[in-house]
């Protein structure tokens, strides 16, 4: 957020002695800053929260720097940025940023520790551009800002989505902006910068004003790009299965190192000032407590490595190591339930104990402990076993999810009758028993036959529209693996089980009855005597419905019917 100091006499104050600093004349007596006592290769630290400031402090912000000046297609700047990182006390006492929390001008950053981590490279895009761009349009100046440093997905907001474009460009302050101005700005910049690149971007930001009138706004990115705003901006927004950045996706933590060529990583770091991957937690030591660090890896979970994955190595004390699917802010757990059945989010290891499934795409691990306990980190994370190699112990198979589970002593092969009577797999690797037939198995590297396709639980099956459930008796359309597929409104023909509606159930298994789809539900206003409210299995057996109709078809119990992706099927959900 940039904003203007206040026009008040403490924001005048403030002035005064800011303006003493930026010219060279040093702190002066009334000047309430901490002293800029840490040094990056670019970053100047000064900060109230802590004693001393970790290396990997420094290093993460001199990285941002770095990550914002190759976004734009900038030279390095000779000119150091000052950031310091305060109580809130001491950042409403100096006066300079209305919010309270904080804020940037020309080569100065001022948060408060509790904002810290998930704003600094926010407030370095500011601090940065103002180096080049003294004053223009609030909308794209957070807009670049939220696109470089975190945020976006305007469909995801019913306000944002909504919202009047010349209303956007019409508000001359931050704080006026809102959610709605920073997501939809966010959008706007990135598909600018993307499609005419940051020096046209950055030269159309230049020849606006924060009074420009909207209409003149819209002549000149007329003239510049050639093309209608109010079309670019309709055109730009984004929803669930749009691409983001991993800054825009607050993941661009450095990558864990892999662990073996079968899709697993090593976490290992000590809890130490000294460690260089250690990051101050300032929002810890704002609250008071004793000093903290913090260690963040990313890592891609590749598709044909997306399965169940198992933690071992020595574990860290509880609540101190999280694990995310990397996924725009604003989107709810239905938008990515849907792609299939992942861990979202969630403790390592797991409280309470339930098995990891990792989907394909970016995923962040953060470790928080305190400094002073001498912690080590020295774990892995790794697929539970590998489906090509069948590395499981005797009398186990791989299952096509990555995981090892109890065979029966003479697998039925694929197409033979088999017997599904509980987790004992009926069928050899690569088939499942589904409705008493042994069906091929499939995922990103294993394809069905011609004429069918691969279904969310990954079994082959014929394709089928969703909404018109036209699947012959016996078995239900259920969503496909691809979401896009699943997004257009197309699903496969699956032998429908036995679980009754609202039956709990595992989503990568299904086993509802005809006509229901074994989905992620909020237990919460579900009636009592609901099979899912209790389960541990994550899913429940619903129906699909039409968004579009006048009577989507959905139960009371569930009257919800939520778009998946937007498209036109939907899951009857209560709702969130």
Known sequence: MIESPPNTRRGGQALLWLAAWSLGCGATTDDPRPPLEWHGERVSLGTDLVDEVCPGTLAALDRGILQIEAELGLAASSERISFWALTSDLLEQIGVCPSGRGCALRSIVYLSGGGFQRSYLHELVHARQRQLVSSNKRLFEEGLATALGGGGGCLAYEDCARAELDDLLS??????????????????????????????????????????????????????????????????????????????????APAAP?????????????????????????????????????????????????????????????????????????????????????????????????????????????????????????????????????????????????????????????????????????????????????????????????????????????????????????????PAADPARTAAGKGQCVAAGAGEFLAGCDRREGGCAEGLSCEFVRVSGLPDEAGCADDDREGCCVPLCDPSAADPGCPESVPFCDPIADGPAGVCRTQY
Not at 238 to 249: D, E, F, I, K, V
Not at 395 to 407: D, H, K, L, R, S
Not at 445 to 470: H, K, M, N, Y
């Open 171 to 252: 508000i001359s302050t931050s704080g006026e902006l809102g959610l709605p101005g920073y997501t939809a700005g966010a959008d706007l910049v990135h598909g600018m910068l993307a499609e005419h690149g940051p020096a046209e971007v950055l030269a159309f930001l230049a020849e606006l004003e924060r009074d420009t009138p909207p209409a003149e706004v819209r002549k000149r990115y007329q003239s510049r790009f050639g093309r209608s705003l109010t079309d670019d901006y309709s055109a730009y927004l984004r929803g669930p299965l749009s691409t983001y950045t991993p800054a825009q996706l607050e993941c661009d």
């Open 258 to 478: 892999v662990a073996g060529p079968a899709g697993g990583i090593l976490l290992q770091a000590d809890m130490d000032c000294g460690d260089p991957q250690v990051v101050d937690d300032f929002a810890r030591a704002s609250e008071g407590d004793p000093p903290g660090g913090l260690v963040e890896w990313t890592f891609v979970v590749e598709p044909r490595h997306a399965g169940v994955y198992t933690l071992s190595g020595s574990t860290p004390a509880a609540n101190t190591l999280s694990l995310r699917r990397c996924a725009p802010h604003g989107f709810v757990w239905e938008h990515l339930a849907d792609e299939g059945p992942w861990t979202l989010a969630t403790n390592l290891p797991p409280n309470p104990p339930r098995t990891i499934v990792l989907g394909p795409g970016l995923h962040q691990i953060v470790w928080r402990d305190s400094l002073d306990q001498g912690a080590r980190l020295d774990l892995r994370l790794v697929p539970a076993c590998t489906f090509e190699a069948q590395d499981c112990p005797l009398g186990q198979q791989c299952t096509i999810w990555n995981a090892c589970e109890p065979q029966v002593e003479q697998p039925a092969p694929l197409g033979a009758t088999c017997s599904d009577d509980g987790p004992t797999r009926a069928c050899e690797a690569g088939a499942r028993c589904v409705g008493g037939v042994c069906t091929a198995e499939c995922d990103a590297t294993r394809e069905c036959a011609p004429g069918s396709g691969c279904a969310r639980i990954r079994v082959c099956g014929g394709d089928c529209d969703l909404v018109a459930q036209d699947c012959p008796t016996g078995s239900t359309c259920l």
